[in-house]
T-cell receptor, first 114, second 111 residues
Framework: NAGVTQTPKFRVLKTGQSMTLLCAQD?????MYWYRQDPGMGLRLIHY???????AKGEVPDGYNVSRLKKQNFLLGLESAAPSQTSVYFC?????????????FGDGTRLSIL | GDSVTQMEGPVTLSEEACLTI???????????LFWYVQYPGEGLQLLLK?????DKGSNKGFEATYRKETTSFHLEKGSVQVSDSAVYFC??????????FGSGTRLSIRP
């Protein structure tokens, strides 16, 4: 029962470096999401995807790019990391657009930018 | 725009105490309402949900009732356990891409 799997779990970057966070889900969900979690601020949506080959901006998209080349995978990229992007990143997925559908979360990637 | 306000933490209780975590929201229309729980080192998990007015969601001894007139969805449990120590998030949702998470309430239970 893998559900939503995120890699890596931890990473330290220097300012200006780039990296890609990987998210994979095995539930055949259409929707996938990337959030960041910062102390006292809940979760904020970065980007999301409503299906293979589609992406859309969320609440805080600046500095990030995403791709959904396969239905089961959703990648989050940081082209030039900044200290303000130090956060815990969560990937989630859900079935469809219905507001009653819960989201299923991975265990997170803790990212530190020095 | 849509917003949610939940009780600030941390909340510290003794085992077997009663718990209430308040949550109120503002949203267009009638959103579905969720409570998620986050245990240390893990992602969020769905705890319970309610999709229309007066619905009561329940799971693991927790309950919450969708109150349309007060736009509230307070989380309650009659007798908490040490294993309930976690962070709890209230989240109204109008669609899969329009779910708003509260800032979270950290709950610690003393043995």
């Amino acid at each position: 029962n893998a559900g939503v799997t995120q890699t890596p779990k931890f990473r330290v970057l220097k300012t200006g470096q780039s990296m890609t966070l990987l998210c994979a889900q095995d539930m055949n969900h259409e929707y996938m999401y990337w959030y960041r979690q910062d102390p006292g601020m809940g979760l904020r949506l970065i980007h999301y995807s409503v299906g293979e080959g589609t992406t859309a901006k969320g609440e805080v998209p600046d500095g990030y790019n995403v791709s959904r080349l396969k239905k089961q995978n959703f990648l989050l990229g940081l082209e030039s990391a900044a200290p303000s992007q130090t956060s815990v990143y969560f990937c989630a997925s859900s079935y469809t657009t219905g507001g009653y559908q819960p989201q299923h979360f991975g265990d997170g990637t803790r990212l530190s930018i020095l | 725009g849509d917003s949610v306000t939940q009780m600030e933490g941390p909340v510290t209780l003794s085992e077997e105490a009663c718990l209430t975590i308040n949550c109120t929201y503002t949203a267009t229309g009638y959103p579905s309402l969720f409570w998620y729980v986050q245990y240390p080192g893990e992602g969020l998990q769905l705890l319970l949900k309610a999709t229309k007015a007066d619905d009561k969601g329940s799971n693991k001894g927790f309950e919450a009732t969708y109150r349309k007139e007060t736009t509230s969805f307070h989380l309650e449990k009659g007798s908490v356990q040490v294993s309930d120590s976690a962070v709890y998030f209230c989240a109204p949702s109008r669609s899969a891409s329009k779910i708003i998470f509260g800032s979270g309430t950290r709950l610690s239970i003393r043995p």
